[in-house]
Antibody
Framework: EVQLVESGGNLVQPGGSLRLSCAAS????????MTWVRQAPGKGLEWVGN????????YYVDSVKGRFTISRDNAKNSLFLQMNSLSAEDTAVYYC????????????WGQGTLVTVSS | QSVLTQPPSVSAAPGQKVTISCSGT????????VSWYQQLPGTVPKLLIT???KRPSGIPDRFSGSKSGTSATLGITGLQTGDEADYYC???????????FGGGTKLTVL
């Protein structure tokens, strides 16, 4: 059974940093692109970025470029999202999702982890 | 403002059919596959349609997808109250080099 479990969400002050993790199981993690998607309270879904199987390609939404970094550890079946210079606009539930073909197909999602940016 | 345009809401009676549109440009919907997601209240998004019109295993054939030019459409027949949810279209944008979501459409089954 495919499972994705996010962790690391927390309350953080504006300008602060946070690192989210996504633990994957039930599939061969190293053979899939992986994606982060977020959803602000009461708002729609927003793609944050994705990473290729070997980490050699990464793509980000413009609003997080230069502040967020996606990485992965295939040996530990884990995906990460390092978030720096956080602002209130980054407050959201962050989901990781398995991405079979590196694009718009997100076939399994985690339950999400809440990041709140507030003083 | 989303790159992909969806109607904010649609409604129909139980048993009826509804369609949800997703309008884009040649940089996104016009030349790339479109997927659709369903997000029931308080739950995680779920993949409904991939590659414009393919249903993943377990998705009922009441759900269908199509694409023509720069517009994609999600169709739902035999509406049930359990279909009340937010629906999102998604595709790759070749100019932005990013995946883009539509703003979402709230379906109400009256």
């Amino acid at each position: 059974e495919v499972q994705l479990v996010e962790s690391g969400g927390n309350l953080v002050q504006p300008g602060g940093s946070l690192r989210l993790s996504c633990a994957a199981s039930g599939f061969t993690f190293s053979t899939y692109w992986m994606t982060w998607v977020r959803q602000a309270p009461g708002k729609g879904l927003e793609w944050v970025g994705n990473i290729k199987q070997d980490g050699s390609e990464k793509y980000y939404v413009d609003s997080v470029k230069g502040r967020f970094t996606i990485s992965r550890d295939n040996a530990k079946n884990s995906l990460f999202l390092q978030m720096n210079s956080l602002s209130a606009e980054d407050t959201a539930v962050y989901y990781c999702a398995r991405t079979p073909s590196g694009g718009q197909t997100l076939d399994y999602w985690g339950q999400g982890t809440l990041v709140t940016v507030s003083s | 403002q989303s790159v992909l345009t969806q109607p904010p809401s649609v409604s129909a009676a139980p048993g009826q059919k509804v369609t949800i549109s997703c309008s884009g440009t040649s940089s996104n919907t016009g030349n790339n596959y479109v997927s659709w997601y369903q997000q029931l209240p308080g739950t995680v998004p779920k993949l409904l349609i991939t590659d414009n019109n393919k249903r993943p295993s377990g998705i009922p054939d009441r759900f269908s997808g199509s694409k023509s030019g720069t517009s994609a459409t999600l169709g739902i027949t035999g509406l049930q109250t359990g279909d009340e949810a937010d629906y999102y279209c998604v595709t790759w944008d070749s100019s932005l080099r990013a995946v883009v979501f539509g703003g979402g459409t709230k379906l109400t089954v009256l």
